[in-house]
């Protein structure tokens, strides 16, 4: 069990610090007004914020995710690990559950996470900016808002992250083993990164709309006064607004970043729990008694 959480908290720091820029693309493209559109498509996106953000604009609301994303990464392939072994059988079905499960459970900490970030993403830079920081604009939405508003987008953070979780750990142990990700194997790593990248982006096409909507829902009132009232109100006014394809917005974007994070993420988990095991065979080769059978190569559906 502690090595699942080890591993995913190496995990979450890779996944983060690779993927962030493209979140941030992501998150402003999402948001945007379609009448008075800033950004004309990823790219553009991209050399805005650079140009009158500099680099580190891309990075806004980094503290967030990287505190944040480091547990949840923990708390995801711990649960995940800890509920695979409980439904006793390696099966693709068990594999869905248990990775809908920890998608479920990591939520109490997403959503509040995701807020932040999100509202840090979208304030202007300089002077006018509203928050300090992760912590300092949780604290001004409880004090605004109460437990509600640090809560706000759950439903909508749930009915994305149980079902995409499960598609996220079903599509990795389905890609490994036909890939044959074997220990010795000298194409090991890029199997790995193949399979983790795959993987994120399957499991973000499975519940995309749904993050469009969570994402209207953290920012709105942000810049004037509340919009929606809910998430059905949400997807009507939107759809109303700007059809179907305003349910696709920031997919460029995403799945760019979905690749190499969940690469990262899965080949750092994966290489971690094999390092650890290997180490816990003991000197010499000898097997320590006290270690868990299994195979060499620790994939995390695994264990």
């Known amino acids: 069990m502690a090595l699942d959480f080890l591993a995913g908290c190496a995990g979450g720091v890779a996944g983060v610090l690779v993927g962030h820029p493209f979140d941030t693309v992501k998150v402003r493209l999402q948001v945007q007004n379609v009448e008075k559109p800033q950004y004309r498509g990823t790219l553009h996106c991209f050399q805005s914020i650079v140009k009158q953000e500099s680099v580190l604009g891309l990075y806004k609301g980094l503290g967030s995710p990287l505190m944040g994303l480091t547990f949840i990464n923990a708390l995801v392939f711990g649960v995940q690990g800890n509920t695979l072994r409980a439904l006793g059988q390696d099966s693709p ?15 109490v900490i997403c959503c509040p996470m995701e807020l932040a970030k999100t509202r840090l993403q979208l304030q202007d830079a300089g002077l006018a900016r509203t928050y300090k920081g992760s912590l300092d604009c949780l604290v001004q939405i409880y004090r605004h808002e109460g437990v509600r508003g640090i809560n706000r987008g759950m439903v909508s953070t749930l009915l994305r992250e149980t079902p995409s979780f499960g598609v996220y750990f079903l599509t990795y142990d389905v890609l490994t083993r036909a890939l044959g990700c074997e220990p010795g194997d000298h194409l090991l790593v890029p199997k790995l990164l193949l399979a983790g990248g795959t993987s994120g982006i399957m499991s973000w096409l499975s519940t995309y709309p749904v ?3 969570k994402s209207r829902l953290q920012a709105d009132g942000l810049r004037g006064a509340p919009r929606y009232r809910g998430i059905l109100d949400c997807m009507r006014q939107s759809y109303q607004a700007e059809g179907w394809r305003v349910f696709t917005r920031g997919l460029a974007s995403t799945l760019l970043r979905a690749f190499p994070v969940n690469a ?3 080949a750092t988990v994966t290489v971690v729990l094999s390092y650890a095991r290997g180490e816990e065979a003991g000197p010499e ?6 270690a868990p059978s299994g195979p060499a190569l620790a994939q995390p559906s695994s264990l």
């Open 211 to 213: 993050d469009v909507v």
């Open 264 to 266: 990262a993420t899965f």
């Open 93 to 107: 079905l068990n594999q869905f559950l248990a990775g809908a499960a920890a998608g479920a459970i990591q939520c």
């Open 285 to 290: 080769g000898e097997a320590n008694p006290a």
